[in-house]
């Protein structure tokens, strides 16, 4: 009898070997953040309802080590009313992160979109003075930032501050036509205040266009000459087949660097349309194939800038729903992510876990 219950174990022996695996991971479940573990974390921009989903919810866990809450914090949506914030939305997502032990990144605390109606208005309609502002996001910065003190690693604490247009360096935005660029400097102090073990990130598109990266360059320049408590550059790196090239993008990550600031890539999409096409496509197996190709070159060139590159995000978790199929085209379908619609990894996925 005891000689047969030991023959069964034995039996059982490598199957049980192939699901815990050498390293006590399961081996079958591999994800994402294993392959990337001697570079950097990986991560997903969720919402809290793609949290409740549960085949979304294993795939995130698989996969990803980091959080970045897609709207929850941002200004409109956290801080509606001048003296009623929502932090429902917010507290999912960290409280998710907590309990399977995920990093967070909190996005964003300034941006031009995104805002409050009340926070440019005084009680009559008109528009509020530079001090009167500067004192409104130092009292957002320090409530939604401290509340999280401690659960959040990392702040975007300023979005898209610089213009598109070539001949100028900041964006012609509410904030700046009421604070001048004080507004940059400032956020970055309130939010260094509010809690000064945070990793103090400005995050920007199109880091890696030339003329706009040299902009991009002298915003932060500016900000660290005078002192900003700034720590790092988020390159959102919404990206397509073919813009930016591999050479832009590692001259930029080696620019930023110059600096002394850490980089990540916060928002990565590999769009399948090109900045003029108006068309619906078909995702053809072409299509893919460049698209797979490209994700593995850049995750390369991720690798290679290891000693820059902090963390990768992905903006959205699969082809199912991206932001992509809104933008800039209403309903025009993307696929610009590693998992299909099925959730299943996709070619470009094994692109980018195969070195
Ligand atoms: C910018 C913002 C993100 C998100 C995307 C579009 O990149 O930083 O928060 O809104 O646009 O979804």
Known sequence: MLKLILNRALLLL????????????????????????????????????????????ALILQHFNSLTPENAMKMGPIHPEENRYYWNDADAIVDFAQQHGLKVRGHNLCWHQQTPAWMYR???GGLVTKEVLLERLKQHIYAVVGRYKGKIYAWDVVNEAVADENDKVYRNSVWYQLCGDDYILKAFQYAHEAD?????????????????????????????????????IGLQA??????????QITDAIKLYASLGLKVQITELDMNIY???????????????????????????LFRENKQYITGVTFWNLSDRSSWLDNFPVKGRKNYPLLFDQDLQPKKAYQSVVTF
């Not at 400005?202 to 030339?210: I, L, R």
């Open 14 to 57: 490598p199957g049980l070997f192939w699901v815990i695996g050498a390293n006590g991971q399961a081996a079958g479940n591999k994800g994402l953040k294993d392959y990337y573990a001697g570079y950097f974390p990986v991560g997903v921009a969720v919402t809290p309802a793609l949290l409740r989903d549960p085949a979304a919810q």
């Open 122 to 124: 005084d009680k009559d």
């Open 196 to 232: 000064p073990d945070a990793i103090l990130f400005y995050n920007e598109y199109g880091t890696e266009n030339p003329q706009k990266r040299d902009r991009v360059y002298r915003l932060l320049k500016k900000l660290i000459d005078a002192g900003a408590p700034v720590n790092a």
């Open 274 to 300: 090109g900045h003029n096409d108006k068309e619906a496509m078909a995702y053809t197996p072409e299509i893919e194939q460049k698209q797979t190709e490209r994700y593995g070159q850049v995750f390369k």
């Open 238 to 247: 919404h990206w397509n087949l073919t813009d930016p090239t591999n050479a």
